[in-house]
Structure formats: C-alpha cells, structure tokens
C-alpha cells in the first residue's frame, strides 16, 4: 500500500506555470506506475500524463503536450507535473494515482489516490 500527498497548486494568470509534486509513503515507490490527472467541476476525472516505474515511459493528452512535463524521483519517493502556459481550460483539481504494474492512461485503473490540489488559471 502506498500514500500520496500533492501539493504545488494554487491561483496563477494565464501563461503563468506551475510545478506540481507527489509524495509517496509506504510501500516501495519504484513499484509503482504513477500518474496525474484531473477533474473539472461537473465533468469526470482525467488523464493528463503518466509515468513508468523506470520514468522511460511518459504519454501525455493532446491538451497539455508540449505544456506539460512529468518525471519522478524513485530516491526521493516523488512524482512532479511542470506546466507551463497554462490556460483557463486546465482549472481543475489536480490528482496523483499509482498502480502497480503497467502504466495506463484509465484513471479507474488505479488503486491509490491523494487528496487532490486545486490549480485555478485566471485570465
């Protein structure tokens, strides 16, 4: 079992950046695929980018690529999200998943979550 706890979010204008982190206790963090995703008001949650155990693998939505960047430190046990030119379209509350085994883009695919930090982009 792992726990996750984001934080990094907040109030920022359009165009502005953020970096987001993850940090995981419990079992060993390099077991795990980990991914961010997020969830706008009235709408589902959803993919935003993920990671492989070995940070080899990193796909990313159609709506962040060339914004957004995710990596991992296994030593440090902590996944991060820089993004960069934000828009008002990326407001949402922003949450870190992992999973055992292969990373996927399905948010229902994955057995722990955290709290979730709330990243709201003015214009």
């Known amino acids: 079992q792992v726990q996750l706890v984001e934080s990094g979010g907040g109030l920022v204008q359009a165009g502005g950046s953020l970096r987001l982190s993850c940090a995981a206790s419990?079992?060993?963090?390099?077991?795990?695929?980990m991914g961010w995703f997020r969830q706008a008001p009235g709408k589902e949650r959803e993919f935003v980018a993920v990671i492989s155990q070995s940070g080899d693998d990193t796909p990313y939505a159609d709506s962040v690529k060339g914004r957004c960047t995710i990596s991992r430190d296994n030593a440090k046990k902590t996944m991060y999200l820089q993004m960069n030119s934000l828009k008002p379209e990326d407001t949402a509350v922003y949450y870190c998943?992992?999973?055992?085994?292969?990373?996927?883009?399905?948010?229902?695919?994955?057995?722990?979550w955290g709290q979730g930090t709330q990243d709201t982009v003015s214009t």
């Open positions: 998943g992992a999973k055992l085994h292969l990373a996927t883009t399905r948010p229902k695919r994955y057995q722990y």
């Open positions: 419990g079992r060993t963090f390099s077991d795990y695929a």
